[in-house]
């Protein structure tokens, strides 16, 4: 599974958007883009994964650049339950998922 | 979207003792579940793969006498911490796939387990 590069930590106010940014250099042909996130106490929830073009559901946007070295989870209005950590993991669609330390969003009134 | 249910939710045990958590899946088939654990304020790490039927594979550390995984069916994961002891206490998360090519994974709400 290719690595994947996230920042620590990112505040976001409450009702802007928040891009989170996560790169993946080595990542491979075959090779998705998850995003999930996990609340305090609780499982991870799945929120979007992509593999060449951007996705958008309703809990938030994918855009992965053209080279796919790069992408960014957009929530479009954050709110104060969208605090968590928020894992960025490119693997094949029948691979493990293996977590990083992800970010941390802390959004603010 | 699919539902994985994921029990006890917490237990409290006395050293030595083994201690059995379940997860199901409740609206598809899990040819594969994950199972995780997470200890506080660390990520999530993944210790091994179950699939329907044949024995699990475990990751590098993880011991398979220790951590007992039986997947004797295509809606229902065991994992039972054998012996446990207080460094066992952790959160234990589990995941699961579905087996028709798709290619999320959903995870369960998660145990913890607290080894007196």
């Known amino acids: 599974d290719a690595k994947t590069t996230q920042p620590t930590s990112m505040d976001c106010a409450e009702g802007r958007a928040a891009n989170l940014p996560c790169n993946h250099s080595t990542i491979s042909g075959n090779e998705y883009v998850y995003w999930y996130r996990q609340i305090h106490s609780q499982g991870p929830q799945y929120i979007i994964h992509g593999l060449k073009n951007n996705e958008t559901n309703e809990m938030a946007s994918l855009i992965i650049t053209e080279d796919r070295k790069s992408s960014t989870l957009i929530l479009p209005h954050a709110t104060l339950r969208d605090t968590a950590v928020y894992y960025c993991i490119a693997t094949d669609s029948w691979g493990k998922l293996q977590f990083g330390a992800g970010t941390q969003v802390v959004v603010t009134p | 979207g699919a539902v994985v249910s994921q029990h006890p939710s917490r237990v409290i045990c006395k050293s030595g003792t083994s201690v059995k958590i379940e997860c199901r899946s409740l609206d598809f088939q899990a040819t594969t579940m994950f199972w995780y654990r997470q200890f506080p304020k660390q990520s999530l790490m993944l210790m091994a793969t179950s699939n329907e039927g044949s024995k699990a594979t475990y990751e590098q550390g993880v011991e398979k006498d220790k951590f007992l995984i039986n997947h004797a069916s295509l809606t229902l994961s065991t994992l039972t911490v054998t012996s446990a002891h207080p460094e066992d206490s952790s959160f234990y998360i589990c995941?699961?796939?579905?087996?028709?090519?798709?290619?999320?994974?959903?995870f369960g709400s998660g145990t913890q387990l607290s080894v007196l």
């Open positions: 995941s699961a796939r579905g087996d028709a090519g798709n290619e999320k994974l959903f």
